[in-house]
C-alpha cells in the first residue's frame, strides 16, 4: 500500500480511503466490521463517513454508519491510533437534521459533539463540510446556467465563511478535531477558505472530496490544478459513478439490491443514452484487456495526476476485493492511451 500526505496536514493517509455510506442500510454492522478489519489488513488506513449516511439518505438511517462504526471501535479500541477518521456535518437541505439549518459556528459545533457519541470516540481527524451553504455545481448541476452566479452574493457567503471557520477553530482548539476539509464545493470555495484562514489565522482546509470518475472528470484541470498548487487533498468520491462503470445497469439492467433499486434525492441523473454508451466502450475496452471494468476505472482515477486517495465503498466482500486489487498495479500507457480516446468520444456523457 502507499501512503501519502493529506494536503498541508501532517497525516499520513492510504492511496485508497474506505468509504462507508452503505453501511446502515444496504449493509449491518456484521458486513462493516468485515470490511473494516479486511481493509486493515490491506493496509487501508484512511476511513470516510459522515453523519448523513446511511445513503440514500433518510431520517431512519441518519447516523446509522456512524452508530456502526463507533460499535466497531469500542470493540477494538487499540485500533483508533491506527486509522484516519473523517466524518461530514450535513448542509442545509434535509428538515430533519437540525431542522434544515445551514452550516454555522453553532452547528458545528453541535453536530461535532453528536458525530463523537455516535463513533464512540474523543476526536476525528478530518472534519469536511458534506456541502456549502450555498448551490455548488454538483450531482447533475454542472451545465451551463444551472447556478446563477451572477445572482450569487459573495459577500454574505464569505461571512458565513469565517463563521464557519470560527466553529472548527473551536472544535481543534477543544481537541475533538484535528484538521477539516471540503466536499463537493468549488475553486472559488476553496480560494476563500484559504484567504480567510490567512487573514485571521483560523484552520486551514487541508481537503475537498468531489466526484470524478470516467464519466465525470469535470474537476480537471482548474480544481485539481488548484488543489496541487495549493496543498489541498484531492479525494475523487464515487470513482465507479454509482456502479454504473462496472457495467452492471447495462441494457436496462437493474440488479436487485443493487443501489439504483433504492430511492436517490437527486434522482438517477446519470442515467442517460450518452452514459451508457460511454460505459459499453470502458466494459469492451477493459476486456480487451483482461481486466474488470472495475479496476479499469479505479485504475484510471489513481493515475490522474493530482490525485490524493480515491474513496472505494462495496456492498459485499467479493466487490470489496476486487476494488482493493485494482490499486496493486498500474495500468499501461496502451490502456491509457486508449481510454484517453474514449474521453474524447464520451465527453461529460451525463
Same mark, same amino acid.
Given at each position: ?53 446511511? =445513503? ?24 483508533? +491510533?491506527?486509522? =484516519? ?85 473551536? #472544535? ?7 484538521? #477539516? ?27 475537498? &472530496? ?16 488548484? #488543489? ?48 451508457? +454508451?460511454?460505459? &459499453? ?19 484510471? =482515477? ?41 474521453? &474524447? &468520444? ?5
Amino acid at each position: 500500500m502507499k501512503y501519502v500526505r493529506l494536503g498541508s496536514s501532517s497525516l499520513e493517509v492510504s492511496r485508497i480511503c474506505l468509504g462507508s455510506m452503505t453501511w446502515g442500510l444496504q449493509n449491518n454492522q456484521q458486513d462493516a466490521n468485515e470490511q473494516l478489519d479486511y481493509a486493515q489488513t490491506q493496509g487501508i488506513n484512511f476511513l470516510d463517513t459522515a453523519e448523513l449516511y446511511a =445513503v440514500p439518505p433518510s431520517e431512519d438511517t441518519y447516523g446509522k454508519t456512524e452508530t456502526i462504526i463507533g460499535n466497531w471501535l469500542k470493540a477494538n479500541p487499540s485500533r483508533r +491510533k491506527e486509522i =484516519v477518521l473523517a466524518s461530514k456535518i450535513a448542509g442545509p437541505g434535509l428538515s430533519y437534521i437540525r431542522d434544515n439549518s445551514e452550516i454555522n459556528s453553532k452547528t458545528i459545533v453541535e453536530a461535532v459533539e453528536a458525530s463523537l457519541k455516535r463513533l464512540q470516540t474523543d476526536y476525528i481527524d478530518l472534519y469536511q463540510l458534506h456541502w456549502p451553504n450555498y448551490t455548488s455545481p454538483h450531482f447533475g448541476k454542472h451545465w451551463p446556467n444551472n447556478v446563477h452566479y451572477t445572482s450569487f452574493n459573495a459577500e454574505q457567503q464569505t461571512e458565513k465563511m469565517l463563521d464557519i471557520l470560527q466553529g472548527l477553530s473551536h #472544535c481543534m482548539a477543544a481537541g475533538k478535531i484535528r484538521h #477539516c476539509g471540503l466536499s463537493n464545493d468549488t475553486p472559488w470555495g476553496i480560494n476563500q477558505y484559504l484567504r480567510l484562514s490567512e487573514q485571521h489565522n483560523l484552520p486551514r482546509m487541508v481537503s475537498i &472530496q468531489n466526484e470524478f470518475s470516467l464519466l465525470h472528470t469535470k474537476d480537471w484541470p482548474y480544481l485539481i490544478e488548484n #488543489c496541487v498548487h495549493e496543498d489541498i487533498a484531492y479525494l475523487p468520491w464515487s470513482p465507479l459513478a454509482t456502479g454504473l462503470l462496472t457495467g452492471k445497469y447495462l441494457n436496462g439492467n437493474i440488479p436487485k439490491g443493487s443501489r439504483w433499486t433504492f430511492m436517490q434525492r437527486n434522482g438517477l441523473f446519470r442515467d442517460t443514452p450518452n452514459t451508457h +454508451k460511454a460505459v &459499453q466502450a470502458f466494459v469492451d475496452l477493459a476486456k480487451q484487456h483482461n481486466l474488470t471494468p472495475a479496476s479499469l476505472a479505479l485504475g484510471w =482515477v489513481d493515475q490522474v495526476n493530482g490525485v490524493t486517495s480515491t474513496i472505494i465503498g462495496a456492498t459485499s466482500m467479493k466487490q470489496l476485493k476486487e476494488n482493493i486489487h485494482a490499486f496493486k498495479a498500474p495500468l499501461s500507457e496502451e490502456i491509457i492511451k486508449d481510454i484517453g480516446e474514449i474521453l &474524447q &468520444q464520451h465527453p461529460s456523457p451525463f
